[in-house]
């Protein structure tokens, strides 16, 4: 009887600790993968900013023109 009240108790200990790391590995690669995108919009941000004006520029042209 203690015999497998041991094994059981191994095999469920040992699921655990496999659970809590998967666990633990899906949480840092959320925060790496959030990370990076806020690493990699902060270093593009001076071009969409770029891009917007040029929009909103050639708005403004496209407008005078019809006018």
Known sequence: MYIAYMM???????????????????AVRSVQRIFRGFKARDQRMPL??????????????????VV
């Open 8 to 26: 059981t108790k191994m095999i469920t200990d040992k699921a655990f600790a496999i659970a809590k790391l998967h666990a633990n590995d899906k």
């Open 48 to 65: 969409v900013i770029e891009a917007v004006k040029a929009k909103e520029n050639l708005k403004l042209h496209m407008a005078a023109r």
